[in-house]
């Protein structure tokens, strides 16, 4: 399968060792250069320019205490060797007026569907069919459109934070505003992902992990331990009663 290695390796199960074959996710360093800063990412090596657009964007807009909706952006590969790959971003400050002829709230969802969507969300092949059940180690996050019922793009990774990254970068490449829809998440909600997911512009997240104290925020509506095999989910929060019942 392709962004997947296949090394043998030892396992102890039942009383006993076996050599099996073991599904591992390729990641690769990248360095990121945009007009304030740098950075450098761990990830797993598709799509990479999409990436790299959103973790510039959310940078930008923690440094500016400016929405992510009032930049736009472009990305050139300045090496394409694996190991090394370096991209530049170019931000732009977008019309103040279109951001907000665009904003609008997310919708609410009742508990079944709600547990509906999660269970697509998982269920969803992704870029690379497979990779998520294969490895163990992807996260995912999805943008959910409640007017169509739909997720309108998937992101996967290694890291979490970088699959919020990834929505953001296709969301400007898109003319997408992230906060008009409803942020699907495999991980738990920390005070990090919380932070970032801000900058974003969402006010409506769901996890199917746990979430702490720091990730909860007024204003917020957030869900965690949503788990549909198990019919459940809990709303640690949701200041703008966006889940019905």
């Known amino acids: 399968m392709e962004g997947l290695q296949s090394p043998d390796v030892r396992r102890w199960q039942d009383g006993h060792w076996q050599k099996v074959p073991e599904s591992v996710a390729s990641e690769e360093r990248i360095r990121i250069v945009w007009s304030e800063g740098e950075a450098f ?9 999409t990436l790299c657009l959103g973790h510039a964007l959310l940078e930008y807009a923690g440094n500016r205490g400016t929405p992510v909706g009032s930049v736009g952006g472009q990305v050139l ?33 009742s508990p079944d569907s ?12 992704g870029s690379c069919p497979g990779l998520w059940k294969a490895t163990g180690c992807f996260h995912r996050a ?10 309108v793009c998937l992101a996967e990774d290694t890291g979490r934070h970088n699959c919020l ?40 997240l769901v996890g199917r992990g746990a979430v702490t104290s720091v990730g909860l925020d007024d ?3 957030v869900v ?14 949701d200041a703008g009663c966006r889940v019905l019942g």
């Open 41 to 49: 990412l761990w990830a797993w090596p598709d799509d990479l320019g």
């Open 77 to 109: 590969s300045l090496s394409d060797e694996p190991g090394k790959r370096i991209f530049q971003v170019r931000l732009s400050p977008l019309p103040a007026a279109e951001e907000s002829a665009r904003l609008v709230e997310p919708g609410t969802l």
């Open 114 to 125: 709600l547990l509906h969507a999660m269970r697509r969300f998982l269920e969803l092949p």
């Open 142 to 151: 999805g943008l959910f459109d409640v007017r169509c019922s739909s997720f």
């Open 165 to 204: 990254d990834r929505l953001v970068g296709w969301a400007c490449l898109h003319g997408v505003l992230p906060g008009n829809h409803v942020l699907f998440l495999s991980s738990r909600i920390t005070g990090s992902l919380l932070t970032r997911a801000k900058r974003a512009g969402f006010c409506f």
């Open 219 to 221: 204003g917020m509506t």
């Open 224 to 237: 965690g331990f949503c788990r549909p095999g198990e019919g459940r989910f809990t709303v640690f929060q």
